[in-house]
T-cell receptor, first 110, second 113 residues
Framework: QKEVEQDPGPLSVPEGAIVSLNCTYS??????FMWYRQYSRKGPELLMY????GNKEDGRFTAQVDKSSKYISLFIRDSQPSDSATYLC??????????FGAGTRLFVKA | DAGVIQSPRHEVTEMGQEVTLRCKPI?????LFWYRQTMMRGLELLIY????????DSGMPEDRFSAKMPNASFSTLKIQPSEPRDSAVYFC???????????FGPGTRLTVT
């Protein structure tokens, strides 16, 4: 079993839709939860970062962590074509090593 | 700030040749990571440096891979000899010590024929 599972998609939605991206994980030691966005032929960039359980909101983006279910989510409200990218969840126990999900490819159609 | 700089951006080489990938981290960052990204395996950590010292190289696939960081502003990843299965995008990332925010370079797309 992989440490982090993420559906690779692709996920295609119309502009304005609410997007839900998810990851599940198996290691209960993960404490730091991140979402990176990767545009085509670019490096990943950090989008959201949360510590332990709970919600964090930043503009149109909301990150949720449910440690009891080992489930993390990223919600995008009012999705835009410019949100089309691959979204990778990333988890860390507190050390130097961050484990990345496989990434979900998102397409937002105008 | 120019961000993390990687060169070359694209490399096409024949099997058996030596390949050297280069990285300049963000000034002031003291942690440096080399990753490999493929469709099959996703983003994999190859090696991690802290203050120019290799801390963990357990992700380096084989002895054909080696990495150095002679100073705080330069690192190389070398593959010798290269094989077709090494074809991937190689990313360098840097961060401040004890920060989980990693800044990635644009990557080097390596194709070994």
């Amino acid at each position: 079993q992989k440490e982090v599972e993420q559906d690779p998609g692709p996920l295609s939605v119309p502009e304005g839709a609410i997007v839900s991206l998810n990851c599940t994980y198996s290691n209960s030691a993960f404490q730091y939860f991140m979402w990176y966005r990767q545009y085509s032929r670019k490096g990943p960039e950090l989008l959201m970062y949360t510590y332990s359980s709970g919600n964090k909101e930043d503009g149109r983006f909301t990150a949720q962590v449910d440690k009891s279910s080992k489930y993390i989510s990223l919600f995008i409200r009012d999705s835009q074509p410019s949100d089309s990218a691959t979204y990778l969840c990333a988890l860390n126990t507190g050390g130097f090593k961050t484990i990345f999900g496989a990434g979900t490819r998102l397409f937002v159609k105008a | 700030d120019a961000g993390v700089i990687q060169s070359p951006r694209h490399e096409v080489t024949e099997m058996g040749q030596e390949v050297t990938l280069r990285c300049k981290p963000i000034s002031g960052h003291n942690s440096l990571f080399w990753y490999r990204q493929t469709m099959m395996r996703g983003l994999e950590l190859l090696i991690y440096f802290n203050n120019n010292v290799p801390i963990d190289d357990s992700g380096m696939p084989e002895d054909r891979f080696s990495a150095k960081m002679p100073n705080a502003s330069f690192s190389t990843l070398k593959i010798q000899p290269s094989e077709p299965r090494d074809s991937a995008v190689y990313f360098c990332a840097s961060s401040l010590l004890d920060s989980y925010e990693q800044y990635f370079g644009p990557g080097t797309r390596l194709t070994v024929t």
